[in-house]
């Protein structure tokens, strides 16, 4: 490929990105618009603080989930990972009598290991990461519940200044996870890490003639994303002020969610983290928008399974016009 067409092919990327971003900002400000019409409350600081101090351990999550998809994978255990951290963080500090800090980063070991096994298995045997992160998704269910005896386990204030509003309203969980999503976005765009990423979800074979192994850098990915699952685990721990082992039932598909919406392709080599982000927060908009004009339950999982959906397809339209254009 000439330096010409090089330079052609990122412009064209840059202008696709920056089109989803601006759609992306739009559709934001549109729903914002729609249900400060539909609630008279709704358009309050205190709805965007409440939205901004729900969404961190659903970002983190979804910044390793934009990095899995955009290899080509998917991981479908984040949320069974992310009870599992919390429940380990528990019992480490209400059983074993650790200390905060310790039984954090117990967490977080859970979570790269979950993470790491998923690689390994599904990179090292060649199996599709949809399975293998599928059984451990009940695997580490499983396993919160055994470990919290499948009750509720009450920490108390020990760990709940992750979540306690501290700047504006808003919580260090908050504070962490925009730092976790702007140095994920710079992992992306300007490391060779990210660069293999976005090559293996393009052209993994391109990539292995090139001399580059592309096994290690996925089970990276998939350790990374283990990592991040675990410490959502602990900033769901902290609003909760407790280790609940049916929390993150579901989580998976809201994350995906939002890394679709964000404009992730779920045929890898194309994402961005920071759209990722404004994916979280359309989501996290249109749930707390339809709470507050009173939609019923049934309702709420119809609508946004059905923005599910719609950003599936365009999803699929972006990636058949690309192709057409490549060829």
Known sequence: MTTQSQTANQASQLKQQLGNYLG?????????????????????????????????????????????????????????????????AGI????????????????MLTGLVTGMINGVISVGWRLPSFIVTLGMLEVARGGAYIATDS??????????????????????SFFIAIAIVIIAQIILVKTVFGRYMIGIGT?????????????????????????LAGLAGIMQASRLEAADPNAGIGAELVVIAAVVI???????????VANTFLGVLLISVLEAGLAQI??????KRIITGCVIIIAVVLDMYRERRRNRRSH
């Open 92 to 107: 480490a500090m209400l059983q074993w009598h650790w200390s905060l800090f310790p039984a954090m980063l117990l967490a």
């Open 24 to 88: 992306l900002i739009i559709a934001l400000l549109l729903m914002v618009g729609l249900f400060s019409y539909l609630s008279e409350y709704f358009l309050s600081l205190d709805t965007f603080t409440t939205i901004a101090n729900e969404i961190p351990a659903v970002a983190v999550m979804a910044v390793g989930m934009t990095f899995i998809l955009i290899i080509g994978g998917i991981d479908l255990s984040v949320g069974s990972v992310m009870a599992l951290s919390s429940a380990v």
């Open 262 to 272: 964000g404009g992730t392709s779920l045929m890898g080599g194309r994402g961005s």
């Open 151 to 172: 009750k509720t386990q009450y920490i108390g204030s020990a760990i709940d200044w992750l979540s306690a509003p501290v700047v504006g309203q808003l919580s260090p």
């Open 294 to 299: 009173g939609a019923s339950e049934p309702t």
């Open 203 to 227: 052209n993994e074979e391109a990539i292995r003639l090139a001399g580059v192994d592309p096994r290690p850098v996925k089970i990276a990915v998939f350790a990374i994303t283990g990592l």
